[in-house]
């Protein structure tokens, strides 16, 4: 356990920004959560913020393990800028008109966009935030000291939208269900989302 408690200790120092938001939990979890809390000597927000972090990880790469498997040329993609992991690759997105990946198995995403893909960043709570269209030439730079840790392709005809486009006018304009958690997702039927951007 003490690997948890200085995770958990670490958390707390990186974190910038809280929202408050409320859950109901059975008894029996919450028992479990207090008894965590108490043997780690901290308190019960922090130890449900950790393992709740902990949870959407898990989440994320199962998704991602998901989408490593769909085949074929598919000419829309939804990327997402990630920026809860980091506000700085998020903003580099935009700024530089790129998209970016980072990491194993992450990075390898950006290996799968095609000349002329287009390609959707979408900003987590906001919504999809730009476009532009793939260059097929992935290139790689260092991360953090980490060789070639991230996969980058300049978008052509690079657009930032006046007004993003929230998940719930996407899964309209789709009439279905759209996993943003993912890295990044196939969109074959993204001609649908270019119409009511550009209309």
């Given at each position: 356990m003490p690997d948890l408690k200085s995770m958990i200790l670490e958390s707390k120092k990186a974190r910038s920004?809280?929202?408050?938001?409320?859950?109901?939990?059975?008894?029996?979890?919450?028992?479990?959560?207090e008894d965590l809390a108490e043997y780690l000597s901290l308190s019960k927000q922090d130890v449900?913020?950790?393992?709740?972090?902990?949870?959407?990880?898990?989440?994320?790469?199962?998704?991602?393990?998901?989408?490593?498997?769909?085949?074929?040329?598919?000419?829309?993609?939804?990327?997402?800028?990630?920026?809860?992991h980091d506000l700085n690759d998020h903003r580099e997105m935009l700024s530089e008109g790129i998209a970016a990946a980072f990491y194993d198995p992450w990075k390898f995403n950006i290996d799968r966009i095609q000349k002329n893909d287009t390609v959707f960043l979408y900003e987590n709570g906001v919504g999809i935030v730009a476009y532009g269209k793939g260059s097929g030439d992935t290139l790689k730079k260092d991360r953090y000291g980490d060789t070639d840790e991230c996969h980058f392709q300049k978008l052509l005809d690079f657009t930032v939208l006046?007004?993003?486009?929230?998940?719930?006018?996407?899964?309209?304009?789709l009439e279905r269900n759209v996993v943003f958690l993912r890295t990044m997702s196939a969109i074959p039927d993204g001609q649908k989302l270019l119409d009511a951007i550009n209309s």
């Open positions: 920004e809280l929202v408050a938001t409320t859950v109901r939990i059975p008894k029996e979890l919450q028992a479990v959560v449900m913020l950790k393992l709740l972090e902990e949870g959407v990880k898990v989440a994320e790469e199962a998704i991602s393990e998901d989408d490593s498997t769909e085949q074929g040329s598919i000419n829309f993609h939804v990327l997402n800028t990630n920026k809860k006046d007004k993003p486009l929230p998940a719930a006018e996407v899964k309209k304009i």
